[in-house]
């Protein structure tokens, strides 16, 4: 048998029980079998992004998030938008993903789990950053769920019949791009 897929997932907010987690939290609960997801939750101590330090050595936080992102097989990201573009601490988590080559040609893609109306602007700026890093956006997997609170139980997973099962279709995108792309196909 082998060895499923991992998915890493990328929270772009620093608020604890915040929307962007939960909808992370729900991917994993809704994963099937033949994925498995790890929650990168370094985004806190990462050091601000300096080009001087982008250069072995590495930081120890930009090393263990560049070894996360280079082990797995796709990335799903989840991030609030703030003042009309990305929060300034997920932008910084990209900007080390840019000099390394862990992300480039990767599959990934994104919630926006925003109410309607709002997120476009850190959607465009994710879609900008991640076409330096060379990853490969799973177009059909970037996907608007808005999540109300009321939807959030109080384990932090979204309880929502219709979300879990978007969800759970973005984790099978992930893994069929990532199976099509390992042998060959286009993606």
């Known amino acids: 048998m082998s060895t499923p897929p991992v998915i890493l997932l990328l929270s772009g907010s620093l608020r604890s029980g ?13 994963a099937s079998a033949q994925v498995r997801t790890v929650l990168y ?8 992004f300096n080009p001087d330090d982008d250069a072995a050595p590495l930081p120890a936080p930009v090393d263990a998030l560049r070894a996360a992102i280079g082990e797995a097989a ?4 989840c991030t609030p938008e703030y003042a009309g573009t ?4 997920f932008k910084n ?13 990767k599959p990934v893609a994104w919630v926006n789990a925003a109410a309607p109306g709002r997120g476009q ?12 890093t060379g990853a490969h956006i799973v177009e059909p997997a970037c996907v608007r ?17 219709g979300v879990r ?4 279709g973005v984790l099978k995108l992930l893994a069929e791009s990532h199976r099509r792309a390992s042998e060959g196909d286009l993606v």
Do not use: F, K
Request: a negative charge.
């Open 74 to 77: 796709a990335v799903l990201i």
């Open 165 to 168: 099962e978007r969800l759970g």
């Open 41 to 48: 939750a370094g985004l806190a101590a990462l050091p601000h």
């Open 145 to 161: 769920v808005p999540v109300d609170r009321r939807m959030v139980g109080a384990d932090g997973i979204i309880t929502d019949a």
């Open 93 to 105: 988590l990209l900007d080390w993903t840019v000099g390394g080559t862990e992300i480039c040609d």
């Open 121 to 132: 602007g850190a959607e465009a700026t994710l879609r900008t950053v991640l076409g330096y």
């Open 86 to 89: 990305l929060p300034g601490s």
């Open 18 to 30: 915040s929307s962007n987690e939960s909808v992370l939290r729900t991917a994993q609960a809704v």
